[in-house]
């Protein structure tokens, strides 16, 4: 079956990168997002990539993605204080109408 | 307003009332979905439209009736809700039906 699946937790101190992995199990092409969301907020689309790409970087953020191992990262370069939030990978399998979320990686930034 | 919103954001409800929840996006998408987000659980899809039509149920209980009269508009009508369905529930459209999806906020619903 489809599953995608994080660690629940993370810290790291302000100004060290941080990097929250995921795993996904669909075999087929997909595409796989990273979503934000902080305390009584929605979902934030932070990035995204589809499974035929190997990485993607935007300002900050740099997506790797290990098709071999279906391993997603996020990496967060210069980490802040307003980095804090749950962080949220999902997968879409290309050509339908479900999405499969993992259950989010607390990330907490110490000062 | 920009983006996608919802109302109310909070709503405390009893088992026997009827309620309702509405969404709204403004960026021009033909796709929208509801969620449920509840504690230490994954966030679980329960509904998919494209262009007004329901292309996705996914086992939802019958006291959950979604309704899309437009593009733009999403509503949730809620019935002899159970306490276990206290949680966020959260909207969300997309350009298309597998794209990238954009939430709004959500409403915390608590049934008493």
């Known amino acids: 079956g489809e599953d995608v699946e994080q660690s629940l937790f993370l810290s790291v101190r302000e100004g060290d990168s941080s990097v929250i992995n995921c795993t996904y199990t669909?075999?087929?092409?997909?595409?796989l997002y990273w979503y934000k969301q902080e305390p009584g907020a929605g979902l934030q689309l932070l990035t995204y990539?589809?499974?035929?790409?190997d990485m993607k970087q935007d300002q900050r953020l740099t997506v790797l993605l290990n098709k071999k191992d279906k391993h997603l990262s996020l990496r967060i370069a210069d980490t802040q204080t307003g980095d804090s939030a749950i962080y949220f990978c999902?997968?879409?399998?290309?050509?339908?109408?479900?999405?499969?979320f993992g259950t989010g990686t607390r990330l907490k930034v110490l000062a | 307003e920009t983006g996608v919103t919802q109302t109310p954001r909070h709503l405390v409800m009893g088992m026997t009332n009827k309620k309702s929840l509405k969404c709204e996006q403004h960026?021009?998408?033909?796709?929208m979905y509801w969620y449920k987000q509840s504690a230490k659980k994954p966030l679980e899809l329960m509904f998919v439209?494209?262009?007004?039509?329901?292309?996705e149920n996914n086992s939802v209980p019958s006291r959950f009736s979604p309704e899309c009269p437009n593009s733009s508009h999403l509503f949730l009508h809620l019935h002899t809700l159970q306490p276990e369905d206290s949680a966020l529930y959260l909207c969300?459209?997309?350009?298309?039906?597998?794209?990238?999806?954009?939430f709004g906020p959500g409403t915390r619903l608590t049934v008493t």
């Open positions: 669909d075999s087929s092409s997909t595409y």
């Open positions: 990539i589809f499974s035929n790409m």
């Open positions: 999902a997968e879409s399998p290309s050509g339908t109408y479900k999405y499969i």
């Open positions: 969300a459209s997309s350009p298309r039906t597998g794209g990238e999806q954009y």
């Open positions: 439209y494209s262009l007004e039509e329901r292309v």
């Open positions: 960026l021009g998408h033909n796709a």
